[in-house]
């Protein structure tokens, strides 16, 4: 799969502007919520690589992302930024039998 | 025998029967002539119902059933699921002509022993939760939650009080805040402490003169029982709030202490974990509910009583939140619990919860090297790990339970609960062996390994499975949930093409 990662203007100016710890990178990760379903919520973290990550340039930025979490990516993802509620990153989902937040 | 794994609906050929019938002795009549027209289907509406024979059906649901993956078969550790041994002696009295052939419609003086039984279940439950009377009607437990937040809310109403709040743990089951919504409560959260377990400080905030009622399973959820239920159980009821019990892990307390012991005003029961009733597929379960004396006059009606020496429905209490199920809760599931009561005894159910808590720090131990470990105290009935450390390898939680999956076991409970990043939530039970709990955590440890040195086999599970890696994103996104002849026929075209 091809992914196309693309960043609002906000987002990138935001990224710019983090400043990031030595050995550690923007990643979009998967953040799942379990129990009975599953619901998959994707996030920007500040970490270190993992050893089978995938790495995104966009505009001399890297961006890792997991085996993992590329699965669940849709092909085309896009980050915005906004001060409420800080990154926003592509479709999230809930597979799930019995959709509350987990349980 | 490829055939029985064909749908249904592919073995079906037109006009195939699974029945017989003898020569028909009266004339036959068209139907199409005698009925008004509005009421007969054309080709289109006609329901389409499989047309198979009978050892066809057979084949076909056995190789279904054969798929399944079921505690007959193999370890289930699902955390906060209790997946233990139902034992066969409660099918055998369960199938007894005097309780599967009875019907809640009888006369009352023919079905004595019915209500005999669930009289006595009443009355062995309220010694098991130290509680002063039991509801049975409740159908599992998160209906017993709902039925216990309708007697709150009518409690403080009949005392001319209006509480709202209901505070829940973060640690909570997803059904407890719920339940409270749906018994139109405001939900509270109140934190853990680091150690996993209510920050008392944290519910002294909380608490206040609109709080209708703590909610609070012990243990809990992390398998943690709470040290300081004493001093919780006061702060609430000093505020003149009522304690709820989420009695569905009584499996690490059964016969050690009680509800009622710690305080509590309401528990309720989840038999389908705790007293060896069916459990999952969505089949019928029961969450029966106990009470207080003070809230006695608001549990559902009818109340099976003691009238002398036989056995009424008595319906005459005027504040009860009224009926919550229909009959007398999911009777046959009642008998199969009051059995496992019986055949146990006071003892047997006080070794259930000690094995249950041997076995569950016996596996923890095992695997506390092998993966993070966010409690370390002693735990209950089930313990819960951390995927982090395989996380920063780039493998998840989710690979490894896939990959549990080539082992033959059913994975843990993954995610949950969601103060635990990558959680693994593990509960064996008292029913499995040392020598079954030995190789599952051998499987465990050599997932770890694998993650280590070799992730790719991991990543790629389950290689042994009867389908392989599930596409989960699609499943997520586009869900086909109902069978059509039309989408099928394309979809074979499309495999043809292709
Ligand atoms: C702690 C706890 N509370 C409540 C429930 C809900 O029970 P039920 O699924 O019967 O509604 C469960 C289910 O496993 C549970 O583990």
Redesign the interface.
Known sequence: MNLVVTLTESALDKLKTTEIKEEQYPRID?D?????G?S?KFTLVFD?P????SVIEYDGIQIHI???TK??LDEETQIDYNDEQGFLVGES???SACA???? | MVEYNDLIFEISRPGRVGYSLPKSDVESVDLQEKLPKHLIRDEEEAADLPEVSELQLVRHYTALSNKNHGIDNGFYPLG?CTMKYNPKINEDIARLPGFSRIHPYQQAETTQGAFELLYNLQEELAVITGMDAISLQPSAGAQGEWTGLMMVRAYHEQKGESRNKVLVPDSA???NP?SASVAGFDTATIPSDENGLVDLEELKKHVDSDTAALMLTNPNTLGLFETEIEEIAKVVHDAGGLLYYDGANANAILGKTTPGAMGFDIVHLNLHKTFTTPHGGGGPGAGPVGVKEDLIPYLPVPRIEKDGESYVLNSDYPLSIGRVKGYHGNFGILVRAYTYIRTMGAEGLSEVSEGAVLHANYLRKRLEEHFESPYKQLCKHEFVLSGSRQ?????????MAKRLLDFGYHPP????P?NVE??LMIEPTETESKETMDAFADAMIQIAKEVEEN?GIV?EAPHTTVVGRLD??Q???K?IVRYTKEKDAQKKKDTVKA
């Open positions: 998967a799942i919520a379990g129990g009975c599953i998959v270190e993992r050893r089978n990550d997991d085996l993992f699965r669940y989902f809930a597979s509350i937040e987990l349980h | 906060s089951h997803g059904t719920a996380k920063k390898l780039g493998v998840r939680t989710l690979d409970t993954i995610y949950f969601l990558e959680g992730p990543l989960e994103v499943a997520a996104r869900p």
